[in-house]
């Protein structure tokens, strides 16, 4: 039972344009959310998060975006780079279940020079 | 200096083998775990110790004994392998056990079962 999905396994974009990676979740009780960006044969590398009690996280080129009505949440890259090139996870988890974290099934990004 | 290390990075065994993966992490977190992910990428916590006192167990078969000997190290001993156990295993770790305590990976251990 997949709490957390990402149903695009793909995306490409030109560098210097904008990427935005998409993740839902089902859970309602999920409170605390973060991407994870993983390059081959390396482990996922934690990239930024977002609270339940914002909408919006920003960090850099990173920003997050957090739509609970709609149990939805998006990470936009601007401007995007060949060294963005990646897989993204998203990752969801809540209060009360100590560190147990739900993740989505990646998104491999393909940033075009 | 690696955060999260573990050997090996490569596996490959026979069927009805016993293996183990070690890990090791020296942010002084005090929280560690076992992920693995499948064939269809999907990343699952196994395990996951808190000073060396098991928190999470998720239903994972008998076969695979997680051991934390301090909180600096989580090794993973699987019995009498199987096909299906063929998969990325990966450690992390992180800072207590709260919810919003991000995880730090170690970079994987490809177990294949032949």
């Known amino acids: 039972d997949q709490q957390v999905k990402q149903n695009s396994p793909s995306l490409s974009v030109q560098e210097g344009r904008i990427s935005i990676l998409n993740c839902d979740y089902t859970n309602s009780m999920f409170d605390y959310f973060l991407w994870y960006k993983k390059y081959p044969a390396e482990g996922p590398t934690f990239l930024i998060s977002i609270s339940s009690i914002k909408d919006k996280n920003e960090d850099g080129r990173f920003t997050v975006f957090l739509n609970k009505s709609a149990k939805h949440l998006s990470l936009h890259i601007v401007p995007s780079q060949p060294g963005d090139s990646a897989v993204y996870f998203c990752?969801?988890?809540?209060?009360?279940?100590?560190?147990?974290?739900?993740f989505g099934t990646g998104t491999s990004l393909t940033v075009i020079p | 200096d690696t955060a999260v290390s573990q050997t090996p990075k490569y596996l490959v065994t026979q069927m009805g083998n016993d293996k183990s993966i070690k890990c090791e992490q020296n942010l002084g977190h005090d929280t560690m775990y076992w992920y693995k992910q499948d064939s269809k990428k999907f990343l699952k916590i196994m395990f996951s110790?808190?000073?060396?006192?098991?928190?999470i167990n998720e239903t994972v078969p008998n076969r695979f004994s997680p051991k934390s000997p301090d909180k600096a190290h989580l090794n993973l001993h699987i019995n009498s392998l199987e096909l299906g156990d063929s998969a990325v295993y990966f450690c992390?770790?992180?800072?207590?056990?709260?919810?919003?305590?991000?995880?730090?990976f170690g970079n994987g251990t490809r177990l294949t079962v032949t």
């Open positions: 110790y808190n000073n060396k006192e098991l928190i």
């Open positions: 992390a770790s992180s800072q207590g056990q709260t919810y919003n305590s991000p995880l730090h």
């Open positions: 990752a969801a988890s809540a209060v009360g279940t100590g560190n147990q974290f739900y």
